[in-house]
């Protein structure tokens, strides 16, 4: 994007035409900060020139329409010491409830937990572990009134980092992508089971703060859950923290859902920017930063995450903490996963643009190899799944896979504090990762 400075000759008649339409309320600031300098001259040059503006008028048109789509009328905002406004929505008129579906409807109570819900592994691994339940935006002492959703306003700013409107608040599209694939510019390293049926997952991952080499590139932990093939028809549900410049500009952890029913193609999103993740809770906004962050070799904070199938409706319900109920995600988002999952995930995923044509330097995790251990490694602990009965049990023949070991590495293991674990992350580009 080019400075402010840059500027374009606007004809008189065109210049009229901005200033008359209050609904594309386009500054003059704006169409130059948006604005590319051009090198051609003569009449091609001309042309160009007179013919931005008109583009950047449809560009800020889509842009308010888009935003009086995910925005709701608010009873209250807060306004959040990160600079992120929360608006405090009728859980009513949250953008779930645009779909036909759910048209006249309010959002469901919980369903019971899965059993053995309440056992829980020590803290151990030789430090202390604090959990994260808490909000930038809770410093300031205010709170959303009952009957209402906490939701982080998506701004102007927001959508014009965004690489495409179309696409915004969605993942990059990914063709035949499969767990173990780099190709599209994604690597992982992760601990999954997909030897049975499952309906749900759970775990605590610790939250840190990894340095992005490129503001397009992002840097998440989460919980997976998925089902169908590694093509076309691929569901997922997914859950966690995340660093992303592009979607949320800046470089806080945030708390993240996303979901798809073909393989990131068209359908799903990030947060609330698509008709789809149903929020029941005042206390929690979806896409803002969480905090306090994990120190190197120093205490440690993290997240407890679960997803799980309610027996009875079938909809996929999410936690966070203990006893936190976020919302849900209606079963009939999904095909396969209106059933049940037959994989679930939990680790890392950066996106490797390779800038300057080498590997990014965006880390993962802490931005520390696994190698390093406790309070100085990111972390997923206590990972356990929902099997067909409603059961929450330990995540059984658990294998580990990591698309670079030089770049992002993983380590599992068991104990009677951790039960299943593993240290996971690293980097990016260094000596091992050219």
């Given at each position: 994007m080019a400075s402010c400075s840059s500027f374009y000759f606007v004809p008189f008649l065109l210049l009229m035409f901005l200033l008359s339409s209050p609904p594309v309320n386009v500054s003059a600031a704006a169409l130059a900060s948006n604005s590319e300098p051009s090198s051609r001259s003569g009449a091609a040059g001309n042309a160009t020139a007179r013919l931005r503006p008109g583009k950047e008028v449809l560009k800020y048109k889509r842009?308010?329409?888009?935003?009086?789509?995910?925005?709701?009328?608010?009873?209250?905002?807060?306004?959040?010491?990160?600079?992120?406004?929360?608006?405090?929505?009728?859980?009513?008129?949250?953008?779930?409830?645009?779909?036909?579906?759910?048209?006249?409807?309010?959002?469901?109570?919980?369903?019971?937990?899965?059993?053995?819900?309440?056992f829980t592994i020590a803290e151990g691994g030789g430090g202390t572990v604090g959990e994260v339940v808490v909000q930038a935006w809770h410093a300031t002492g205010e709170a959303c009134p009952e009957g209402t959703v906490a939701m982080r306003r998506t701004t102007e700013e927001d959508m014009l980092r965004a690489s495409s409107l179309r696409r915004y608040g969605r993942k990059p599209a990914r063709r035949g992508v499969r767990h173990d694939s780099t190709s599209s510019g994604h690597e992982h390293a992760v601990g999954y089971v997909n030897s049975e049926q499952y309906y749900g997952a759970k775990a605590s991952v610790?939250?840190?703060?990894?340095?992005?080499?490129?503001?397009?590139?992002?840097?998440?932990?989460?919980?997976?859950?998925?089902?169908?093939?590694?093509?076309?028809?691929?569901?997922?549900?997914?859950?966690g923290w995340q660093i992303s410049p592009e979607l949320y500009g800046d470089s806080n952890p945030r708390f993240f859902t996303y979901w798809t029913t073909?393989?990131?193609?068209?359908?799903?999103?990030?947060?609330?920017?698509?008709?789809?993740?149903?929020?029941?809770?005042?206390k929690i906004a979806i896409g803002a930063a969480i905090t306090p962050e994990s120190v190197y070799n120093g205490r440690q904070f993290d997240i407890t995450l679960?997803?799980?199938?309610?027996?009875?409706?079938?909809?996929?319900?999410?936690?966070?903490?203990?006893?936190?109920?976020?919302?849900?995600?209606?079963?009939?988002?999904?095909?396969?996963?209106a059933r049940h999952s037959n994989m679930v995930q939990f680790g890392g995923e950066v996106v490797n643009t390779q800038p300057s044509g080498s590997h990014t330097a965006t880390q993962m995790g802490s931005g520390h190899f696994p190698s390093e251990g406790f309070d100085r490694a990111a972390y997923f602990r206590n990972l356990q799944v929902v099997d067909w009965d409603n059961n929450l049990i330990p995540a059984a023949n658990l294998k580990i896979l990591a698309d670079h070991t030089g770049c992002y590495d993983i380590q599992g293991g068991s104990n009677a504090e951790w039960g299943s674990y593993f240290y996971y992350g690293g980097p990016g580009r260094n000596v091992k990762c050219p």
């Open positions: 842009i308010r329409a888009l935003l009086k789509k995910l925005n709701k009328p608010s009873v209250k905002t807060i306004r959040s010491p990160d600079g992120d406004f929360i608006d405090c929505v009728p859980s009513h008129l949250q953008p779930a409830f645009d779909h036909p579906k759910l048209k006249d409807q309010k959002p469901l109570d919980p369903p019971e937990r899965p059993k053995n819900y309440n610790n939250v840190w703060s990894p340095r992005i080499g490129d503001p397009s590139e992002f840097s998440l932990s989460q919980i997976w859950v998925i089902s169908g093939s590694f093509g076309n028809d691929l569901n997922t549900i997914e859950a073909d393989a990131y193609q068209e359908t799903g999103c990030y947060n609330h920017n698509c008709r789809g993740f149903v929020q029941t809770t005042n679960m997803i799980w199938k309610d027996p009875k409706h079938g909809h996929w319900w999410l936690e966070l903490g203990q006893g936190l109920v976020v919302g849900y995600w209606p079963s009939y988002l999904f095909t396969h996963l």
